[in-house]
């Protein structure tokens, strides 16, 4: 059960008011405290009133705002996309539900259908996901991949990066494949996490790589997103027929 207090006098004006979260018998203290930071996260309440699935829909939404990647007409591959808050921008942002462009997601986990996009439900590292997704384009180049894959975190730091990189790798490997020229490779990775080899080879694939940190990203997460931009090209292989 929750409860809310105020923060701060009358005088100005509107009181801040902060949700506390009893404590629940077989609750433990993470995920009481995992529960009272969801109550109190702007960010979750925002996403509630715009209709997005997830309060990351925001972290897409302020990494395009700033480096204006997503534009009508695009194909886009959202990998790890469930709930698909970033589906659901992408969607927007190149008006693939008015037949303009087109937004292919994936995801391991079930997923509701988000109108103006092509949804997949399998492990993105499965052997046959990349055929799948391939098969979806038609024959044509993707001008972004998307990633907000994460793997179950374990507690463990070093296997949790190690987990995390694998997905990062797969999916670069992937962009590798189905991108066209100039397009661009957005994923997610954390602070120490991006591996010098990664991060030496998208700089070899791509004209210009950073690290980005959108400000929905919480101050106390480690998470941050490598953003790839200008592909130069030069794939693993040709694109399937």
Same mark, same amino acid.
């Not at 939404?61 to 808050?85: M, N, S």
């Not at 391991?108 to 949804?119: D, H, L, Y």
């Not at 998307?146 to 990189?165: C, N, Q, V």
């Given at each position: ?113 988000? !109108? &103006? ?6 492990? *993105?590292?499965?052997? %046959?996901?990349?055929?799948? #997704?391939?098969? /979806? ?43 066209? !020229? &100039? ?6 990775? *954390?602070?120490?996490? %991006?591996?010098?080899?990664? #991060?030496?080879? /998208? ?39």
């Amino acid at each position: 059960m929750a409860r809310r207090s105020s923060k701060g006098g009358r005088s100005g004006g509107e009181r801040e008011l902060t949700v506390r979260v009893k404590t629940a018998r077989g609750r433990t203290t993470s995920s009481q405290k995992w529960l009272q930071r969801q109550l109190n996260d702007p960010y979750v309440a925002a996403a509630r009133r715009a209709g997005y699935r997830s309060r990351a829909a925001f972290k897409l939404i302020e990494i395009d705002d700033k480096h204006r990647l997503l534009k009508p007409g695009q194909c886009v591959i959202d990998l790890g996309a469930a709930p698909g808050g970033w589906t659901q921008i992408t969607v927007e942002r190149v008006k693939s539900q008015d037949g303009d462009g087109q937004v292919i997601a994936i995801d391991i986990s079930e997923m509701e259908t988000v !109108p &103006g996009a092509e949804v997949v439900h399998l492990d *993105f590292m499965d052997e %046959t996901a990349p055929d799948r #997704l391939i098969a /979806l384009m038609n024959g044509e180049y993707a001008d972004i991949v998307l990633s907000d894959m994460a793997a179950p975190t374990t507690g463990h730091s070093r296997t949790d990066h190690l987990r995390i990189m694998a997905l990062a790798e797969a999916a670069a490997y992937f962009a590798k494949d189905v991108l066209r !020229p &100039g397009g661009a490779f957005l994923c997610k990775v *954390f602070q120490g996490g %991006t591996e010098r080899g990664l #991060l030496d080879e /998208l700089k070899r694939d791509y004209e210009k790589v950073q690290h980005v940190k959108p400000p929905s990203s919480r101050s106390d997460s480690s998470e941050l997103y490598v953003l790839a931009m200008g592909f130069r090209g030069e794939r693993n292989q040709p694109l399937s027929d």
